[in-house]
């Protein structure tokens, strides 16, 4: 079984800055892209970022120049640095991993930004 692990959530105030982390088990071989989705009270799943094997990276219009992935392919680990975070923001945020022929997700970490 795959494990995917998310840390970093919390509360933060409007403004205010925060580190997902998502470390992906030992049973995973070949990742091609990791990323970050979220979903909020009464929404659907939405993409966050994405980033590629080489690094590359990709964003919505609604979070590009305030959230920055990275990964540390050594570690199987994929980061989410979140800054000016906005009470939008709010939401269940979940790791995801792609290999060639399957995805993977994380149980999901709670991120609540108040006003």
């Known amino acids: 079984q795959v494990h995917l692990v998310e840390s970093g959530g919390g509360l933060v105030q409007a403004g205010g800055s925060l580190r997902l982390s998502c470390v992906a088990d030992g049973s995973i071989f070949n990742i091609a892209t990791m990323g970050w989705y979220r979903q909020a009270p009464g929404k659907q799943r939405e993409w966050v970022a994405t980033i590629t094997s080489g690094g590359g990276t990709v964003y919505p219009g609604s979070v590009k120049g305030r959230f920055t992935i990275s990964r540390d392919n050594a570690k199987n680990t994929v980061y989410l640095q979140m800054n000016s975070l906005k009470p939008e923001d709010t939401a269940v945020y979940y790791c995801?991993?792609?290999?060639?022929?399957?995805?993977?997700w994380g149980q999901g970490i709670q991120v609540t930004v108040s006003s």
């Open positions: 995801n991993v792609a290999t060639v022929g399957s995805t993977y």
